[in-house]
């Protein structure tokens, strides 16, 4: 087998999470994958960006093009 084929990869990622892997198969209530968690979360995510500028609110107001002295 070669080092950079698939197959390869598949057998060093799978021997790099064998821990992981194994308390998959040992625990039946764990999930497959975490796309639960992820959509959970994706509001905090989406959100982080919205509540930075929330109490911005000179950002609202016109500001002059240039600054006479």
Known sequence: MLSKSPKSRA???????????????????????NTGTQRSLRGVAV?????????????AEPQPCCAVS
């Open 11 to 33: 057998v060093r990622y799978a021997l790099k999470n064998w821990t992981a892997l194994n308390r998959y198969s040992e625990d039946g209530d764990l999930e497959i994958d």
């Open 47 to 59: 959100g982080r960006g919205n509540w930075m500028f929330l109490a911005a609110t000179s950002a």
